[in-house]
């Protein structure tokens, strides 16, 4: 049975699940409130069964050619002392390949191959929704006026749209900033091997992706900024890492010239119900796992594998569909979000005190327990890969 379904949000997980809709038959309309599309972005590492399920939709090798070279990660103290260093090749054993490819990078690979099967609207934004029985009558920010069976909205951590139809919702602050960019220049560092530096109420990873091209991301906690206050991330990128290197201090200088990005506050959004009559909510918009969790992406595009699983198995019973999707997400979204929330008290420790257990534990870990504490939070259960639910 063949439906209309508007799409609002055309980023990793409305892209995804408009493929997989699309490829169902679907009448599949794409509205993004952005201009145009750029690959511009911060760096993701899109990890297990995120890869997996680009590998069966036919995209491997693009993501690999947009992908950077990620050999080793190493954890590191203030003072340049390595906490651990973990191989790519070694943590891939237990999973599928991590990829280190830019938000925008993957975005590109997945928008390249929907953009001549599927109809994107750019610069348009949803207006009102007005729900009447089985369908939704949709007036967009263009003024026209649209009929859908399902509406998807997938507008990220700060869609208005689910602040207009989804009341009980909550947005988790993390009172953290990250911020981050990428610079071009000879920087001497070796390609593929990052720098993690673990530090009381702070993280700064060094990504260096090419031999003229490296990325810095950052993670600050603030306490005492509101969740939409933009503090002076120049200012704060400085001071933050006054005592460390002179390697790292002239880095920081050169992005705080010419290479800072992007800006903002983590937060993560928890959802009691992802479907509201034939509206549901898709990707970071309702479940955002925060990039602590480091599994947002593919939890981005497994979420979107859900709905058109559950649509190919009732096709004449969208509300069933629209159910089972939220029955089958919430014990995930439980899982990345709690991983989230210990990663953050991990990896940005709260007190010197917090922070030399960490090094302690993390370094005397043996080859089995590192492998566990790494992989384990990014893995799925057969059931669950295979959308089994009850
Ligand atoms: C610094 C950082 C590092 C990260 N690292 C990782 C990582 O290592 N691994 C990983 O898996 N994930 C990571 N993530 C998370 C990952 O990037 C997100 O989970 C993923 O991009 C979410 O996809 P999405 O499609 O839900 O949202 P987005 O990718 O944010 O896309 C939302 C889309 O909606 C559009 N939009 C917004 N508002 C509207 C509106 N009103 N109407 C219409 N369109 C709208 C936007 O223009 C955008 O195109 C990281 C995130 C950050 C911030």
């Known amino acids: 049975m063949k439906r209309n379904i508007l799409i609002s949000g055309g980023g990793i997980a409305g892209l995804t699940a408009a493929k997989l ?99 994107v609207l750019l610069n348009t934004t949803i207006s009102q929704a007005v729900q009447q029985g089985d369908t939704t009558r949709v007036t967009l920010s263009d003024g026209t006026a649209v009929t859908a069976d399902l509406v998807i909205i997938a507008e990220g951590l700060r869609s208005p749209t689910r602040e207009q139809y989804f009341k009980n919702c909550k947005l988790e602050d993390f009172n953290t900033i990250y911020m981050g960019g990428k610079l071009k220049f000879l920087h001497g560092y070796t390609v593929g091997s990052f720098k993690i530096y673990i530090d009381v109420n702070k993280m700064l990873s060094i990504y260096p992706i090419a031999p003229d091209e490296i990325a810095l991301q950052c993670y600050i906690q603030e306490a005492g900024t509101s969740s939409t206050g933009r503090p002076n991330a120049n200012e704060l990128l400085a001071n933050s890492f006054k005592g460390y290197s002179e390697g790292v201090q002239d880095l920081l200088k050169r992005f705080i010239a010419e290479g800072l990005m992007f800006v903002d506050k983590m937060g993560m959004i928890n959802a009691p119900d992802l479907v509201n009559g034939h509206l549901v909510l898709l990707g970071d918009a309702g479940y955002c796992p925060t990039a602590l969790s480091g599994m947002g992406a593919s939890l981005s595009i497994y979420g979107a594998k859900a709905p058109a699983h559950f649509i190919s198995k009732t096709p004449e019973n969208l509300t069933l569909a629209c159910k089972n999707y939220n029955t089958l997400m919430q014990p995930l979204i439980q899982k990345f979000q709690g991983n989230a929330r210990k990663n953050a008290a991990s990896f940005i420790p709260k007190s010197e005190e917090r922070l030399h257990q960490f090094v302690h534990a993390f370094r005397s870990a043996s080859d089995d327990d590192l492998q566990k504490i790494m992989t384990d939070p990014i893995i799925l259960t057969e059931e669950q890969l295979s959308f089994k639910i009850g």
């Open 21 to 119: 809709l699309s490829s169902q038959g679907h009448d599949v309309t794409v509205i993004d409130k952005a201009p145009s599309f750029t690959k511009a972005g911060f760096l993701i590492s899109l990890k297990s069964f995120g890869v997996k399920i680009m590998d069966e939709l036919g995209m491997t090798e693009n993501l690999l050619h947009e992908s950077s070279p990620s050999e080793y990660a190493a954890f590191m103290e203030a003072n340049e002392r390595v906490i651990q260093k973990i191989s790519y090749e070694e943590m891939n054993k237990n999973t599928e390949r991590s990829v280190l490819i830019s938000r925008g990078g993957l975005h590109h690979v997945l928008f390249e191959n929907i953009k001549d099967e599927v109809k």
